[in-house]
C-alpha cells in the first residue's frame, strides 16, 4: 500500500469526509465554554475545545471501527469503511488511535488537575461506548454521556469547579445525542436486528418516534432553564425557539416513515440546531445579559442544588 494510498484510508477512518459528528461533539462543549466566560472564553481554550473536540471524535471513529469491524461488513451502509473492507490494517489504525490520543492527551495536560481528570474518565467512555451495543440497547445513552464530558470540561477548565448550569447542559446534551442517534439507528435497524446489534431504535421499535419527540422536547426544557440561570435574554429565547422548531420538524418528518437516507439527512440537520444556539449565546453575550453571573463564580455545586 502507497503512503498516499493509506492516507487516503485513514482519512476515510476518522470520517474526515463526515464532518458532522466533530460538530455535534463541539457545538455543545462552546454553548458551556461561552457560558462560563460569560461570552468572552480565552484564545487558549477555544483552541484547546475545538481541537480537542475533532481530535476525540476521530479517536471514537476509529475505536468504533476497530471494534465493529465485522459487524461493519455485514450492514450495507458500512461495508465500505476502510477496516471493514480491509483496505487498511488493523494495526495501522492501532497507531492512528494512539497518536489521537496521545495529542488529546498534550492538550487536557494544559488545563487544570480537576479537567485533567474528567478527561480521563471521558476517555474511559469513549472507549467502552462501541462495546455496549453488544449488551444493552441503551448505546444511544452511552453515547450521549460520552458527548456530554466537553461540556463539563469547557466550564471545569474556566472557572475550576462545578455548578448548576453545565449539569443542565449536560443534562439536555444527553438526551439530545441519545435522540439524534436513535434517529440515526433507525435506518440500520433491520440490519442490525439479522446481527445482533442492538440499539434505542429497536428497544422503542414503531414507539421510536414519540422517543425522540419526548428526547427533543426535553432537550428544549433543560436548554431553557439553562438560559434562566444564566439571566440570558430576547436573542438566545429566540434562537432556542428556532432550534426547537428546527427539531420538532424532524419528529414529524419521522411521521411518514423516512427510510434510509432521509433518516441520515434528519440526522445531520441537528448541526444547524447547535450552531444556531451556539450563535444565540454568542450574540446575547455581545448585547448584554441581565447582569454578570458572579453567583456561579466557584460556588460549588451542592450549594447550587440546595
Not at 465493529?68 to 495501522?92: C, E, G, I, N, Y
Not at 488511535?97 to 487544570?112: G, H, I
Request: hydrophobic share 55%.
Amino acid at each position: 500500500m502507497t503512503l498516499g494510498h493509506r492516507g487516503r484510508e485513514v482519512a476515510r477512518l476518522i470520517r474526515i469526509d463526515k464532518p458532522y459528528g466533530i460538530f455535534l461533539l463541539l457545538f455543545p462543549t462552546l454553548w458551556s465554554l461561552f457560558f462560563a466566560a460569560e461570552g468572552r472564553p480565552s484564545l487558549w481554550h477555544l483552541i484547546v475545545f475545538t481541537l480537542g473536540s475533532f481530535l476525540m471524535r476521530s479517536a471514537g471513529c476509529v475505536m468504533n471501527d476497530l471494534a465493529d469491524r465485522k459487524f461493519d461488513a455485514q450492514v450495507a451502509r458500512t461495508r465500505t469503511r476502510p477496516l471493514a473492507a480491509q483496505t487498511l490494517a488493523v494495526s495501522d489504525a492501532m497507531i492512528v488511535l494512539f497518536v489521537l490520543l496521545s495529542l488529546s492527551l498534550l492538550l487536557a495536560l494544559t488545563l487544570n488537575a480537576l479537567t485533567l481528570g474528567i478527561s480521563v474518565l471521558a476517555c474511559a467512555f469513549a472507549l467502552l461506548y462501541p462495546f455496549t451495543k453488544r449488551w444493552t440497547h441503551l448505546p444511544q445513552v452511552v453515547l450521549g454521556v460520552t458527548f456530554s464530558f466537553g461540556i463539563v470540561m469547557a466550564w471545569t477548565a474556566t472557572r475550576g469547579s462545578l455548578a448548576l448550569p453545565p449539569l443542565l447542559i449536560f443534562a439536555a446534551n444527553l438526551c439530545w445525542a441519545t435522540a439524534y442517534d436513535t434517529v440515526y439507528a433507525l435506518a440500520d435497524q433491520a440490519e442490525d436486528r439479522k446481527i445482533g446489534v442492538k440499539s434505542t431504535a429497536i428497544l422503542f421499535g414503531r414507539h421510536s418516534r414519540w422517543a425522540v419527540g419526548a428526547g427533543y422536547a426535553l432537550v428544549v426544557f433543560f436548554l431553557a432553564w439553562t438560559g434562566r440561570a444564566m439571566q440570558m435574554g430576547a436573542i438566545y429565547n429566540t434562537a432556542l425557539v428556532v432550534a426547537a422548531a428546527l427539531l420538532f420538524r424532524q419528529v414529524y418528518r419521522l411521521f411518514f416513515n423516512p427510510q434510509g437516507d432521509e433518516l441520515l439527512a434528519l440526522f445531520r440537520s441537528n448541526v444547524w440546531v447547535g450552531l444556531i444556539l451556539l450563535i444565540g449565546i454568542v450574540l446575547q453575550y455581545q448585547v448584554g445579559v441581565d447582569g454578570y453571573l458572579s453567583s456561579y463564580r466557584r460556588k460549588p455545586v451542592s450549594s447550587l442544588l440546595a
